[in-house]
């Protein structure tokens, strides 16, 4: 019998997955590890609606652990800059020829021995269109 949500039925495949891993909060590493191979199992299927729930729900669960468990670090504007360049196949030279930002700050940022100034930012920003917050730490 399909399980209703709202007013909306899901299919059988949605009880038969709360019956193999229960929908709950994760509280240590272990049921971490086990709701993981989960989603990684149902990822590699077609899934019916009420597997897709399924997995909605089990990813929320996953997020609100791994953000209170296992936060993820601020990326330094060092690295933010050197991703953008990567992504962009700017050396140090061509992006200081292109943006007036000379190749040894560049290279000082790079390796954190120096920050950028608020113009610079805005200067960088603007030439890799992103919002200067992305070279600031949250």
Do not use: C, W
């Not at 560049?106 to 805005?122: D, F, H, P, W, Y």
């Amino acid at each position: 019998m399909p399980v209703k949500t709202g007013s909306r039925p899901l299919p059988d495949t949605y009880l038969e997955l709360i019956k193999e891993f229960p929908l709950v909060h994760i509280r240590d590493n272990k049921t971490m590890i086990t709701a993981q191979g989960m989603i990684d199992r149902l990822l590699a299927k077609d899934l019916d609606k009420g597997a897709q729930q399924y997995l909605d729900v089990l990813t929320d669960l996953v997020e609100k652990y791994e953000d209170e468990h296992e936060p993820i670090p601020d990326a330094s504007e060092g690295d933010v800059l050197r991703e953008l360049m990567r992504a962009n196949n700017l050396s140090q030279m061509g992006l200081a020829k292109k943006v007036g930002i000379s190749q040894s700050t560049i290279s000082a940022v790079l390796n954190g021995s120096r920050s950028l100034t608020k113009k610079q930012v805005v200067t960088l920003a603007t030439f890799f269109h992103v919002a200067p917050a992305a070279f600031l730490p949250t």
